[in-house]
């Protein structure tokens, strides 16, 4: 049987993911947890480098984890972040990531789960997010 996750328990997935961010640059510190249609949650931390291009976001670090296990389908993210050592602040995806998340998402339907935590977000579909954004329909 799927088993549904709530908004509230993939927020608190990706306050756990946080925890393992690696930012000794920018000390900003982001957590994100992606659900897939089967309702399993793969999380994911920011991952700096000092090289600084190298970089990853938590989001894709979620993405990436879960499609290299075989995932394509995914329902929703909760994504948390702020600077290490305060408070969590509503933070949206930056532009990388938006497209990597077209290539893998309906944007009328995925959910983006901004939070600074399980009771305070604020919700947003990768279409409002990414207008006229370029996926794999285009190529069809
Ligand atoms: N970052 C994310 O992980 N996700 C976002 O949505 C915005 C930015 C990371 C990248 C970098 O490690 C740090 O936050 C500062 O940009």
Same mark, same amino acid.
């Given at each position: 049987?799927?088993?549904?996750?709530?908004?509230?328990?993939?927020?608190?997935?990706?306050?756990?993911?946080?925890?393992?961010?690696?930012?000794?640059?920018?000390?900003?510190?982001? /957590?994100?947890?992606?659900? &897939? !249609?089967?309702?399993? $949650?793969?999380?994911?931390?920011?991952? @700096?480098?000092?090289?600084?291009? =190298?970089?990853?976001?938590?989001?894709?670090?979620?993405?990436?984890?879960?499609?290299?296990? /075989?995932?394509?389908?995914? &329902? !929703?993210?909760?994504? $948390?972040?702020?600077?290490?050592?305060? @408070?969590?602040?509503?933070?949206? =995806?930056?532009?990388?990531?938006?497209?990597?998340?077209?290539?893998?998402?309906?944007?009328?339907?995925?959910?983006?789960?901004? !939070?600074?935590?399980?009771?305070?977000?604020?919700?947003?579909?990768?279409?409002?997010?990414?207008?006229?954004?370029?996926?794999?329909?285009?190529?069809?």
């Amino acid at each position: 049987m799927r088993q549904t996750v709530t908004d509230q328990e993939l927020i608190r997935e990706a306050m756990e993911a946080r925890k393992m961010a690696y930012t000794p640059y920018s000390h900003f510190q982001v /957590g994100a947890a992606l659900l &897939t !249609a089967g309702g399993k $949650v793969y999380r994911g931390c920011n991952i @700096e480098n000092a090289g600084y291009t =190298p970089s990853n976001c938590a989001e894709r670090t979620a993405f990436f984890k879960a499609v290299s296990q /075989g995932e394509r389908e995914f &329902t !929703a993210i909760a994504i $948390v972040a702020g600077k290490e050592g305060e @408070e969590l602040i509503h933070t949206a =995806p930056c532009g990388v990531c938006r497209q990597v998340m077209m290539e893998f998402c309906e944007p009328e339907t995925f959910r983006i789960l901004l !939070a600074s935590s399980p009771e305070d977000y604020e919700e947003w579909t990768l279409e409002r997010m990414l207008p006229l954004g370029f996926g794999p329909k285009n190529l069809a």
